[in-house]
Structures are given as C-alpha cells and as structure tokens.
T-cell receptor
C-alpha cells in the first residue's frame, strides 16, 4: 500500500478563496483523521470519521471549515472563505481500528493564505 | 494551561549521547501514551506506545510513564544523526481517538 495520500502537497491561495484539501486513506482502515499543525499550537485534531461517518468535529475551528467522507477511500477538508490565520500544515491520517492502534499520517498539505 | 506541555527545544547532542525527552500533562484520566517521530516536511510516525504506568523498551528507545507525577519520558540510547527529528508525545484517556499532542521537541544529533 502506498500509505495515506494527500493532495496537493502545497497550496498558496488568496484570502477569501475556497480551499479544498484531499485525502486517500490506507485501504481497509476504518478511521480517518484530519489534523492541523502550527508552531504555536502543535498538532490539533480537527475531525475524525469512523466508517465514513463523522464522529467528533469539536476541533473544527469555525463554520468556515467543513469535512466530508463520501466513501471509504476519499475525504476532503474545505475552508471557505480562507483567512491568513488558516495557514498551517494539514495532515490526514488513518487507523485500522482500536483506540490503541497507530495512526498512519500522510505527508501533509502546506497551506499558505496570503 | 495546555493539557500537554513539551519543551520545544532545539536539543542538540553529540552522536552516541543518551537523550531524554519529556512531556508533562494535567489530565489525570490519560491512560494511553504515544511517542511519534516527525522528520522535516513529513508526517509523524509512531515510535512507541505505552499503557498506564511503567517502562517499555524497544531497541535503543525506552518510554517511561509516571502517572503520579503526570510525566512521561522517551529515552534514546546511543543517539545517531538519523535520530534528528521532532518528537511528539500524544495521550488520551481511552475510549476516544482524540489524542492530545504536545507541540514537539526538536532534536539534533551532531556527528
């Protein structure tokens, strides 16, 4: 398996524009996570899905952020409208099942909003 | 106060040194503890996982949990330049996937 695949790797956009980040989890993994990483706040869980159903979105910073998982092999994180403070590295991760299972991270998408 | 505190470093050590990386936490309900390693421009990868208190060893790495002090440690013996990375601690109370991460400690092992 190629691991968790994220696209794009880098995204530069202007404030106010819509941004869509994409993720393909590892086949067979039931859990999918979206994280945001900044120097100040570290790695923060935004939302996670179990079998394509959102379970906990309490980490989503505000209504400008939305995430979907239409099927087991694809998820998106959308920011609309984007703001400079959204600049961060966004990671998608997937996990096979139990709480104690390793989460396998993708390479991340480095988002810069100017 | 953050739930998990971690010194950001950077921590620079000579090759072969013993490295000690630490996290403190405030939530006494945390039971599951993980250490992730993150190389520059990469995603984190799991190094060690421990449950409750005690020690766990895996090769050159030892993870230690002291729940009474709310303190966890990762020791790296015979450190190598390839160990240069950011080390993140993560923890949860169990029954939830909402792991709380530290901000990471950047380690540099000098050849």
């Amino acid at each position: 398996d190629a691991g968790v695949i994220q696209s794009p790797r880098h995204e530069v956009t202007e404030m106010g524009q819509e941004v869509t980040l994409r993720c393909k989890p590892i086949s067979g993994h039931d859990y999918l996570f979206w994280y945001r990483q900044t120097m100040m706040r570290g790695l923060e869980l935004l939302i996670y899905f179990n079998n394509n159903v959102p379970i906990d979105d309490s980490g989503m910073p505000e209504d400008r952020f939305s995430a979907k998982m239409p099927n087991a092999s694809f998820s998106t994180l959308k920011i609309q409208p984007s703001e400079p403070r959204d600049s961060a590295v966004y990671f998608c991760a997937s996990s096979p099942g139990t709480v104690y299972s390793e989460a396998f991270f993708g390479q991340g998408t480095r988002l810069t909003v100017v | 106060q953050k739930e998990v505190e971690q010194d950001p470093g950077p921590l620079s050590v000579p090759e072969g040194a013993i490295v000690s990386l630490n996290c403190t936490y405030s939530n006494s309900a945390f039971q599951y503890f993980m250490w992730y390693r993150q190389y520059s421009r990469k995603g984190p990868e799991l190094l060690m996982y421990t449950y409750s208190s005690g020690n766990k060893e895996d090769g050159r790495f030892t993870a230690q949990v002291d729940k009474s002090s709310k303190y966890i440690s990762l020791f790296i013996r015979d450190s190598q330049p390839s160990d240069s990375a950011t080390y993140l601690c993560a923890m949860t109370s169990g029954g939830t996937y909402k792991y709380i991460f530290g901000t990471g400690t950047r380690l540099k092992v000098l050849a």
